[in-house]
């Protein structure tokens, strides 16, 4: 069984920043491709950001690109979604999730609000 463990959420004004933590246990977390998620209110669960076992590889949601950043820390078991220049639309839960093989996401934390107000 894998627990993640999501942290980092908070309010912060248009245009700051803020860094999201997800800590994993029970598995050999280096091992697996990590991903970010997020759902706003009335919305679907889109894909953020994803990263390689190894950080060597990065794919972003064009909405973030260029404006968010994922790695991994392998020695912590914590991958980052460092956001900065954050827009109102950007307000969701957002969700870590860990994906044993490719084309699917097989386990989920229990999300951090992030909130951006105008």
């Known amino acids: 069984q894998v627990q993640l463990v999501e942290s980092g959420g908070g309010l912060v004004q248009a245009g700051g920043s803020l860094r999201l933590s997800c800590v994993a246990s029970?598995?050999?977390?280096?091992?697996?491709?990590m991903g970010w998620f997020r759902q706003a209110p009335g919305k679907e669960r889109e894909f953020v950001a994803r990263i390689t076992w190894s950080g060597g590889d990065t794919s972003y949601a064009d909405s973030v690109k260029g404006r968010f950043t994922i790695s991994r820390d392998n020695a912590k078991n914590t991958v980052y979604l460092q956001m900065n220049s954050l827009k109102p639309e950007d307000t969701a839960v957002y969700y870590c999730a860990l994906q044993l093989l490719p084309g699917g996401w097989d386990y989920w934390g229990q999300g951090t609000q992030v909130t951006v107000s105008s």
């Open positions: 029970g598995r050999t977390f280096s091992s697996y491709a």
